[in-house]
């Protein structure tokens, strides 16, 4: 999560080091750990954990005279290393041991911490019914990525160590444990159970964990070995529908990689208020309770499955083979955002992966030109999470496909399986995945990696196209617009890639011809001799390598490549430049392949283009979208109407959302989009609009509140309404169920923009009282909101957010929002309130120095 040491030309793009980045490195290496045992007690209503952790270390060298472990915030009751007690200090972040006798390399010895954690911020959370939320379960977890596992017990807590790892904890009946590796040994003791977990292969600290709760258990198995779904009482059939393809996709990863599932079991928990989607500690998936599928909600539910496969696919990437530091860990998030895709071809078929793949660029493209631009691969940050970002997971998806691209399918399977096994239980950086590539197949990829991966951005393409008659010679020019003209571009600007280019015909008896291009330099032209003039071309067929394209192509060739290009992306890519063509002949194309274009996700970009072109034609045919059979493309045609300011395009959504759809999310996005447009043109709607949405908000509470929230969502459109902003203030209150209540606090931002001075001050007291709340998520909610506020008093209350937040993600994005709110009010404004936030500070410190010196003088 870094950048300038590497690439201190942005071209324009923000830098991803903040202020106080720096570069990381793992720490010395006092020894090997063989081995982790812990043994803890719960006491869940006093949020308390008491623990004992034994630690077996083989030292590497001797007269180690000290060892440090990460402890965060844990109460250190007694040392002992081999049974004798050992002099120690605790300074609140880590744990000094003092050896009374000096290590001797090679020879093993045992460290044993009694400890305690009460209220820990962070590793280990306790869920309890509230006075707020009275049915929610009582469960504890754990959270380990990237170091917060020295939060709930002391480690060396770092990716490079690995060792095998034991849990014995001891809760109160009915509630069951679930931990790493296989259940050896149950023990009763009155109105408490003592589970005893064994995880034999190695593994790094913040891939340990801990599920406590009163779950319902599935059984499933792959190859005779238990796959299990836990989850809360009552969702037994959810959880089948969420996770019930789990052995089909360890069958179709073991053959892949090459490696069978490593471990005894496969786990997942299904866990309340979980800080992400899911997390894959070795054998025990940890995930959000909000994957958990309705049957309505399973039409819309691939984020499920594709997050079931990511975590799955970390067994292999992440937990098999670990990374060394976390400045790799694209090695593991890029592969298991890749298996997404992978998983999608062989489940869906080809065109969904294609658009699958140009979802996840696009996705990674937004943050490169909104937030930052940096490498991939840097160990310059502040905290390591700040990593976690699209660069690391769909950008790191990209380079895996454009290297399977340069390889070809038979020879990059043979690279993954060459890495998988001959790192299996050990740890790698990056040049190792290039060391594979090499090995298995001769190729030397470096110079791929150094434009993808060891610097940031991605070529930007524009591409025009003549055809010479009588040469019988097509010219296509190419411009890498990401360079600046006046130098032809630093190297560091200019891509150097063999791009393949083809020419289609209409007729089903000619293929594509293709040719391969080098492509370096910032403008170049290429002449293909054909024998006839070709109908429409593919620039990149197959659409592989990370890019963004501008096509300039005349018309016809457009609408012939919308028509009949075999590739799904590069017919969207075609729509994207017709719609710049404008005029009635483009809507009708468009229409055409709204109504008959075989692939869903193309409907549903064309949906979006439609939207642009300004001709009551283009309305109409989006009304008649309405009625396509996929849900996906549904709600494409209900955003794009929001574009389409018609009283036709407002009955009709008016008419879906009041008759509902089959889709949660086709209502939640017509909720949406009838705020927009009440808002908008048609303010003589905006009362009947008021009543529909609070109607819904009375009567469609659902799986995880998706339609009351897209209601809040159309409620924030109506930027001028006090009594809009009245009903969401409401809906931000405790007790009201959390997916809502987090889109409600969103939502107050949104708003915010049109309200009255009074107005506005409601709404940042009201986030100034919610961003005192400790819940990760509330937390990022608040910044979310404010980040969308144009007011300098929003910067106060960000400021504050940051100074007490102890989450590193958190307090980037509130910096992030500061600069977005400051750049929104005017610098001008900016300044003067940092004046006034100055001179405040100032009276402040004046004031203490009087107290202070009054007080000395009294005690004198």
Not at 162 to 182: C, M
Not at 345 to 370: C, F, M, P, V, W
Not at 505 to 527: G, N
Request: net charge negative.
């Amino acid at each position: 999560m870094a950048q300038s040491y590497f690439d201190s030309d942005q071209n324009g793009h923000k830098s991803f080091e903040l202020p106080g980045a720096r570069p990381h490195y793992n720490p010395d290496r006092p020894g090997q750990v063989n081995h982790i045992f812990l043994d803890l007690v719960l006491d869940i209503p006093k949020q308390r954990l008491e623990g004992n952790c034994t630690i077996t270390l083989t030292p590497v060298r001797n007269d180690i005279r000290q060892f440090v472990l990460d402890a965060v915030n844990l109460t250190i009751e007694s040392v002992q290393i081999d049974g004798e007690s050992q002099p120690f200090d605790c300074d609140g972040e880590q744990l000094q041991i003092q050896l009374r006798n000096p290590t001797e390399a090679g020879k093993a010895v045992k460290i044993a911490i009694a400890y305690h954690v009460e209220k820990p911020q962070r590793g280990i959370y306790f869920i309890t019914p509230t006075q707020h939320y009275p049915n929610k379960p009582t469960q504890v977890w754990t959270q380990g990525e990237d170091e917060d596992s020295r939060f709930w017990f002391p480690c060396f807590d770092y990716p490079g160590q690995l060792a095998s790892s034991e849990l014995r904890v001891t809760v109160p009946k009915p509630l069951i444990a679930i931990s790493n590796g296989e259940l050896i040994g149950t023990q009763q003791q009155g109105d408490r159970t003592t589970y005893h977990w064994l995880q034999n292969h190695v593994h790094p600290t913040y891939l340990m964990t801990l599920a406590v709760g009163d779950f319902a258990e599935i059984r499933d198995e792959w190859q005779g070995k238990p796959v299990t779904y836990y989850v809360e009482k009552g969702r037994e059939d959810d959880a089948r529908r969420s996770m019930g393809k789990t052995p089909q996709m360890m069958e179709f990863y073991s053959h892949v990689f090459g490696y069978p599932y490593p471990y005894p079991k496969y786990a997942q928990v299904c866990v309340d208020d979980f800080i992400f989607g899911g997390m894959e500690n070795t054998s025990t998936t940890l995930l959000t309770d909000r994957c958990l599928l309705d049957e309505r909600a399973a039409l819309d539910g691939m984020r499920t499955e594709s997050l079931v496969a990511h975590e799955l696919a970390h067994q292999w990437f992440g937990d098999l083979v670990v990374i060394k530091h976390w400045s790799h860990a694209w090695i593991k998030e890029g592969m298991a955002s890749y298996t997404e895709v992978l998983w999608t071809e062989q489940e869906y078929g080809k065109d969904d992966a294609a658009y699958y793949l140009l979802n996840e660029a696009r996705t990674y493209i937004h943050e490169d030109t909104s937030r930052y631009r940096r490498p991939i691969v840097t160990h310059i940050y502040r905290e390591a999470i700040e990593l976690y970002d699209r660069h690391l997971y769909e950008k790191g998806a990209c380079v895996y496909h454009i290297i399977r691209a340069e390889l070809g399918d038979e020879l990059f399977w043979k690279t993954i399986q060459t890495f998988v096994q001959d790192n299996a239980h050990n740890t790698v950086e990056t040049v190792d995945l290039l060391r594979a590539i090499e090995k298995a197949t001769g190729r030397n990829l470096l110079f791929l990696f150094d434009q993808y991966v060891f610097r940031g951005g991605h070529p930007d393409y524009k591409v025009s196209y003549t055809w010479d008659g009588d040469s019988q010679l097509a010219k296509v020019t190419v411009v890498q617009t990401q360079v600046k003209e006046s130098q032809n571009g630093s190297k560091n600007e200019r891509f150097d890639l063999k791009i393949p280019i083809a020419f289609g015909y209409t007729d089903a008896d000619s293929p594509l011809k293709t040719f391969k291009v080098r492509i370096h330099e910032r403008e170049q032209s290429f002449y293909f001799p054909l024998e006839k003039k070709p109908q429409f071309i593919s620039f990149d067929a197959g659409n592989n390598y990370l890019k963004t394209v501008t096509l300039e192509y005349p018309l016809a060739e457009l609408k012939a490549q919308l028509k009949f290009d075999p590739d799904p992306v590069s017919r969207i890519y075609a729509a994207q430049a017709l719609v710049k063509k404008g005029g009635l002949e483009v809507v009708q194309a468009l229409a055409e392949a709204l109504t008959d274009d075989p692939f869903w996700g193309v409907r549903v970009e064309v949906a979006k283009q439609l939207a642009k072109v300004k001709l009551d034609q283009a309305s109409v045919a989006l009304v008649a979208g309405l009625q396509d059979k996929d849900a996906r493309v549904r709600r494409s045609v209900v955003e794009a109407l929001s574009q389409v300011k018609t009283v036709e395009s407002y009955q009709a959504l008016n008419h879906l959302l009041e008759g509902g759809d089959a889709s949660y999310y086709v209502e939640a996005s017509a909720a949406k989009v009838l705020g927009k447009l009440a808002s908008g043109s048609m303010k003589d709607k905006a009362d009947e609009v008021l009543q529909l949405l609070t109607t819904i908000l009375n009567q469609r509470a659902g799986w995880n509140e998706v339609v009351r929230s897209g209601a809040i969502a159309g409620l924030s459109q109506m930027k001028s309404s006090p009594q809009a902003l009245d009903v969401i203030m409401e809906y931000t209150k405790p007790g009201v169920p959390q997916p809502l209540r987090l889109a409600s606090i969103r939502a107050l931002g949104t708003i915010s923009t049109g309200q009255t001075p009074n107005k506005l001050e409601e709404i940042l007291e009201a986030l100034d009282e919610l961003s005192g709340e400790s819940f990760f998520l509330t937390q990022v909610a608040v910044v979310s909101a404010l980040a969308q506020m144009e007011t300098v008093k929003a910067i106060g209350v960000l400021r504050s957010l940051c100074d007490q937040t102890p989450d590193g993600r958190v307090r980037r994005r509130a910096e992030e929002a500061i600069q977005t709110v400051q750049k929104q009010v005017g610098s001008d404004k900016a300044i003067k309130q940092l004046r006034e936030e100055l001179d405040q500070i100032k009276q402040e410190n004046q004031e203490l120095k009087s107290r202070l010196e009054s007080l000395e003088a009294k005690s004198s």
